[in-house]
Each structure stands twice: as structure tokens, then as C-alpha cells.
């Protein structure tokens, strides 16, 4: 009996340690197990996120491809520069070319004016239509000079001056005509003034 007790006693020895070695691994296995489910729930975070990103990455993406569907396509854009860079060569080269004009046209004036003797100094308005003398021949000084606001000037007067002595003339004419003919004299009114 005591060697049965004793096989017992080993027998529950081995029980419990195998218990204890089974506890163990069960806690070990727990253990991993909390760890993998905090992994578990770090790497579904990290999927969300790096989800949110592809997410923003394709909005933008999709954003650039509609832009650049609106947009011209790069040999159309480098063909127009090239031709823009053209054109506006060709407007320096137009642009000389017309200065080299300008200023051959300002030397053939130039030369005219010192050979036909317009380059006197006197200021005129040009392509001015000469003013009418009708009624004042004689009566400006033909050595003065002349502008054409002293000319608009002294033509008023002479017209004012002639326009007065004709209606004075006349009237002197048609008194001289009544003195010498009793005919006139009874058709002509008298003067209000006399």
C-alpha cells in the first residue's frame, strides 16, 4: 500500500506539473494572443489610414487627369512657343527695320528743307487754305509777317468797315439822286434821320 501511495503521490506530482507547465503555456498563449490582437488592431488602423491616403491620392490623381485632359498637349504647346518666339523676332526685326525708316525719312526732310529753304524757322499750321483778300487789297503791310489769326482778324474788319461804307454810301447816293432829280425825289422816302 505504501507503494501505491507513493505511485499516487508521483503519479498527482506529475499531474500537477504538467498542470502548472500546461497554465503556463496556456497564460504564454494568451499572452500572444493579446499581443497579436493589439497587432491585429495597430495593422487595421494603419490599413484605414494608408485607405484614407489612396483615397486622397486618387481624388487628386483623378483631378490631374481632368486637368491635363483640358489641357494642350505638349508637342501643341512647344510648337506655339516656337511659334510665339517666331513671331516676336520677327517683330524686333520689323520694329529696326522701321526705326532705319523713320530715320532715313527724317534725313530726306531734313535735306529737302535745307535745299528748298522751308527750314526758316516760322512756325505755320500746315495744309492751311490761304485766307480770301477780297476787300483788303493793299491794306497790310506786304514785307510783315503774317499769321493766320492776324489774318482772320484784319479780314473781319475789312469786311466790317466795307459792310458799314456800303449802307453809308449808298445813302449819301440815294440823297445826291434825290437833289438832282424831282422825279426820284417823289418815289424815294425820306431819310428818318432828317
Excluded at 119 to 127: I, Q, S, Y
Excluded at 143 to 158: A, K, W, Y
Excluded at 177 to 187: C, I, P
Aim: hydrophobic share 30%.
Amino acid at each position: 500500500d505504501r507503494w501505491l501511495a507513493e505511485e499516487s503521490h508521483k503519479q498527482n506530482m506529475d499531474i500537477l506539473s504538467n498542470l502548472e507547465r500546461m497554465e503556463k503555456q496556456v497564460e504564454a498563449l494568451r499572452k500572444q494572443e493579446r499581443e497579436n490582437y493589439a497587432e491585429l488592431a495597430k495593422l487595421q488602423h494603419q490599413v484605414k489610414d494608408q485607405d484614407q491616403r489612396n483615397k486622397m491620392v486618387e481624388a487628386q490623381l483623378n483631378a490631374e487627369r481632368l486637368k491635363n485632359s483640358n489641357m494642350v498637349p505638349r508637342e501643341e504647346h512647344e510648337a506655339a512657343k516656337e511659334e510665339t518666339r517666331l513671331a516676336r523676332q520677327r517683330c524686333v526685326e520689323l520694329e529696326e527695320m522701321y526705326a532705319t525708316k523713320e530715320k532715313d525719312y527724317q534725313n530726306i526732310v531734313d535735306a529737302y528743307k535745307q535745299v528748298s529753304g522751308h527750314d526758316t524757322g516760322v512756325e505755320v499750321r500746315p495744309l492751311t487754305p490761304r485766307p480770301m483778300w477780297t476787300h483788303c487789297r493793299g491794306l497790310l503791310d506786304p514785307e510783315g509777317p503774317r499769321s493766320m489769326q492776324q489774318s482772320d482778324l484784319l479780314q473781319d474788319l475789312v469786311v466790317r468797315i466795307s459792310a458799314a461804307s456800303r449802307t453809308l454810301l449808298a445813302a449819301y447816293g440815294l440823297q445826291s439822286a434825290t437833289l438832282k432829280s424831282s422825279l426820284f425825289g417823289k418815289f424815294a422816302k425820306p431819310s428818318p434821320r432828317s
